[in-house]
């Protein structure tokens, strides 16, 4: 079993813990803020922000919170085409899951460093929506929307991950009907692979040789892109829900449980697109 302890700032720990709050258990340690028990990993915040993570998939969810480079760094010699996706949306309180996959070539590598192309957290909303539709023009993509309602409905019987894998694998499936994928297909990884494909056992069809690999956003150019595809897209659909379901501030809020948001759900009910697990732990 992997043991992997990190100190984090008390902005990560919450958002640590806003992600997969579903997954939270009981401790009798006074001095624990929270446990999480996930599928192949245990975590656990001290009151002090020291976080543990315990299990075969510890550096999977530990990463997010280790050091990374701010750009993709690649050359042309060491460069190779390679298909990437990547999702936003998962661990958020309202609104859609959105998975983009997209292809990038050899032809593509001096654009995207020249604009500065790297994972959608690390750019400002204001460039992310104005390369979104430059990215959408000049690459082969596929988008993937998971309706709130859908959500409901498949969070029933399947976790997180298995979501994940499910919208990752659709994705692929899309982009391959339209263009021929590369060799190199990646996933930022969020699970094992063997779990990965476990959750897809039942799927018709299944992309295989896929390439798993942690901070996958901040590596490879194709995940980088798909990051900022997916960001833009779910973004606009979450103005467009302020402009029919006003009071909540859902593009404000990014989907999450700030206290502007919660006042509204005080004030005025929850929504058609707030998700049920939310609702429950805070309604």
């Keep these: 079993m992997n043991t992997i302890t990190l100190n984090l700032s ?4 919450e958002k640590l813990y806003e992600t997969f709050k579903e997954y939270q258990v009981d401790s009798p340690n006074q ?12 975590i656990t915040c001290y009151t002090s922000n020291k976080v543990v993570f315990q299990g075969n998939d510890a550096e999977i969810y530990a990463a997010a919170f280790q050091d990374n480079k701010s750009t993709v760094s690649q050359t042309m ?18 609104g859609p899951v959105v998975v983009a996959a997209c292809i990038v070539t050899k032809s593509d590598l001096q654009w995207l460093q020249n604009e500065n192309i790297t994972d959608s957290k690390k750019l400002t909303d204001e460039y992310i929506m104005k390369i979104g539709p430059q990215l959408t023009a000049k690459l082969p993509y596929s988008l993937l929307i998971l309706s709130n309602d859908k959500y409901n409905i498949v969070h029933q019987s399947n976790n997180l991950n298995a979501i994940k894998a499910k919208l990752h694998n659709q994705a692929y499936i899309n982009l391959s009907t339209k263009y021929k994928l590369p060799k190199l ?4 990884q969020f699970a094992a692979p063997a779990t990965y494909y476990r959750y897809l056992a039942y799927e018709p069809n299944v992309i295989g040789n896929i390439h798993f690999e942690t901070k996958a956003e901040s590596k490879y150019l194709a995940v980088a892109a798909a990051s900022i595809i997916a960001k833009v897209t779910r973004d606009r659909l979450m103005k467009e829900y302020d402009q029919v379901i006003p009071g909540y501030d859902f593009a404000g809020n990014k989907g999450y449980g700030t206290k502007a948001h919660l006042e509204g759900l005080r004030r005025l009910g929850p929504s058609p697109i707030h998700r049920r697990t939310f609702i429950r732990n805070y309604i």
């Design 10 to 13: 008390s902005a990560q720990a």
């Design 31 to 42: 001095y624990v803020s929270y446990m999480l028990k996930l599928e192949n990993c245990t």
């Design 77 to 94: 010699d060491d460069f190779i085409d390679h298909a990437g996706s990547d999702e936003v949306g998962t661990g958020d309180y309202f």
């Design 185 to 188: 297909i990646v996933i930022d």
